[in-house]
């Protein structure tokens, strides 16, 4: 069966550092992979998409993410984090023709 | 491109009445959109696939009878709980992706509360 995992519940970062998401995958195929951020009592928005290509994938906000097929991972990383990125995170995956499966998401926050 | 509205943003209703909400593609048409349901500080669980000129595909666990589905335009599929109950409440989020290989966009929800 196909499944995402996001091995944290919560990060906290202080505003400035460097932050970090931990998404894996398990996904049969050539595997579809997003990153959503959704705020308080909102839909989900799209940060960035792996399909195919570089490892390196970069979205909005300035975050990014890399596709690692060996460890099965595509870690969300900001250089930078700021107060407005605190939000609920969600990896998510597919393949192509199959329905997306969402992580549990990570809570991040950023400390001022 | 690839915007997905979701209609009405919150709802209060009172038990044992139905609900519908909205879910339309707007600059793009979508023969098969998604419902999921959030509990509070949960991941989304998908409900339901709704088709276009066909019948829904509901997950397993959820009943069909209770949240109809109806797919009737290639931009607009809505979703009714029926004889709504406390349980009930929850926030309900609508997806749809223009191809394959762009990605999905998400309705903002509905949060409802059945009192």
């Known amino acids: 069966a196909q499944s995402v995992a996001q091995p944290e519940d919560q990060v906290n970062v202080a505003e400035g550092n460097p932050l970090t998401v931990k998404c894996t995958y398990s996904v049969s195929g050539n595997p579809y992979l997003f990153w959503y951020v959704q705020y308080p009592n909102r839909g989900l928005q799209f940060l960035l998409k792996y399909i195919t290509g570089d490892n390196l994938v970069k979205g909005s906000y300035g975050f990014e993410a890399e596709f690692n097929k060996s460890q099965t991972s595509f870690h969300l990383k900001k250089p930078s984090a700021l107060v407005s990125d605190s939000a609920l995170y969600f990896c998510a995956g597919s393949n192509r023709d199959d329905k997306i499966i969402f992580g549990k998401g990570t809570r991040l926050h950023i400390l001022p | 491109g690839a915007v997905v509205s979701q209609h009405p943003s919150w709802v209060i209703c009172k038990s044992g009445t139905s609900v519908k909400i909205e879910c339309r593609s707007l600059d793009f048409q979508a023969t098969t959109m998604f419902w999921y349901r959030q509990f509070p500080k949960q991941s989304l669980m998908l409900m339901a696939t709704?088709?276009?000129?066909?019948?829904?595909?509901?997950e397993q666990g959820v009943e069909k009878d209770k949240f109809l589905i109806n797919h009737a335009s290639l931009t607009l599929s809505t979703l009714t709980v029926t004889s709504a109950h406390p349980e009930d409440s929850s926030f309900y989020i609508c997806?749809?992706?223009?191809?394959?290989?762009?990605?999905?966009?998400f309705g903002s929800g509905t949060r409802l509360t059945v009192v």
């Open positions: 997806s749809a992706r223009l191809s394959p290989n762009y990605g999905y966009t």
């Open positions: 709704s088709n276009e000129g066909s019948k829904a595909t509901y």
